[in-house]
């Protein structure tokens, strides 16, 4: 069983960054493919980054340019780095991970077996 716990949330400013950390309990082939998901208030949950243990990564393009998807394996650890934030990029953030996730599926919630609580952004104009 995978376990995810999200930190790094917070309340920042327009034009501010964020850093998101995901540990996870431990990398097997069941966390092979990992990625940040996030639901604003009244929203559906969105795919916003993923990446996979060959190293593919896939972001949302709202978040191009602006947010950096990373692993570190000896930490066991998934990061969200999060740049020029708006007040659009307010939502809880959620890391998910699953053994494979194709292409197509990357940024799909259905794609995802394992889900941490989540971490808050909130990002004021």
């Known amino acids: 069983q995978v376990q995810l716990v999200e930190s790094g949330g917070g309340s920042v400013q327009a034009g501010g960054s964020l850093r998101l950390s995901c540990a996870v309990s431990?990398?097997?082939?069941?966390?092979?493919?990992m990625a940040w998901f996030r639901q604003g208030p009244g929203k559906e949950r969105e795919g916003v980054a993923a990446?996979?243990?060959?190293?593919?990564?896939k972001y949302a393009d709202s978040v191009k340019g602006r947010f950096t998807i990373s692993k570190d394996d000896a930490k066991n650890t998934l990061y969200l780095q999060m740049n020029s934030l708006t007040p659009e990029d307010t939502a809880m953030y959620y890391c998910?991970?699953?053994?494979?996730?194709?292409?197509?599926?990357?940024?799909?919630?259905?794609?995802?077996?394992?889900w941490g609580q989540g971490t808050q952004v909130t990002v004021s104009a």
């Open positions: 990446i996979r243990t060959d190293a593919f990564t």
């Open positions: 431990r990398y097997t082939g069941s966390s092979s493919c």
């Open positions: 998910a991970a699953d053994a494979w996730v194709s292409a197509w599926r990357l940024l799909a919630p259905a794609g995802y077996t394992y």
